[in-house]
Nanobody, 118 residues
Framework: QVQLVESGGGLVQPGGSLRLSCVAS????????MGWYRQAPGQQRELVAL?????????ESFVKGRFTISRDNARNTVYVYLQMNSLKPEDTAVYYC??????????WGQGTQVTVSS
């Protein structure tokens, strides 16, 4: 059974930090490059960061140096984390994890809301 469960979001002041967690089970997630995506109100979902099985990472320019993606693989399950530092109001969005190249019609979890506001 495919499952994607994101958690760790919340309300934080500008400059603050949050750590997001994702549990991805089933559908061979553990052998895929995984990523964090986000969708702000009225905007399309966008990629934030990726991590390969070998833990090579990639970051979009707007989070590079502020966010860190990591993962732990277990049998049929992968745990993906996103450490977010120096948060800005423009980071406000619902954050999702999924495999690289996930399409809008693929299975997505409910996401976790991150709100950066004073």
């Amino acid at each position: 059974q495919v499952q994607l469960v994101e958690s760790g979001g919340g309300l934080v002041q500008p400059g603050g930090s949050l750590r997001l967690s994702c549990v991805a089970s089933g559908s061979s997630f553990s052998i895929n490059t995984m990523g964090w995506y986000r969708q702000a109100p009225g905007q399309q979902r966008e990629l934030v960061a990726l991590i390969t099985v070998g833990e090579i990472t990639y970051y979009e320019s707007f989070v590079k140096g502020r966010f860190t993606i990591s993962r732990d693989n277990a049998r049929n399950t992968v745990y993906v984390y996103l450490q977010m530092n120096s948060l800005k109001p423009e980071d406000t969005a619902v954050y999702y994890c999924n495999r690289q190249f996930a399409r809008s019609w693929d299975y997505w979890g409910q996401g976790t809301q991150v709100t950066v506001s004073s």
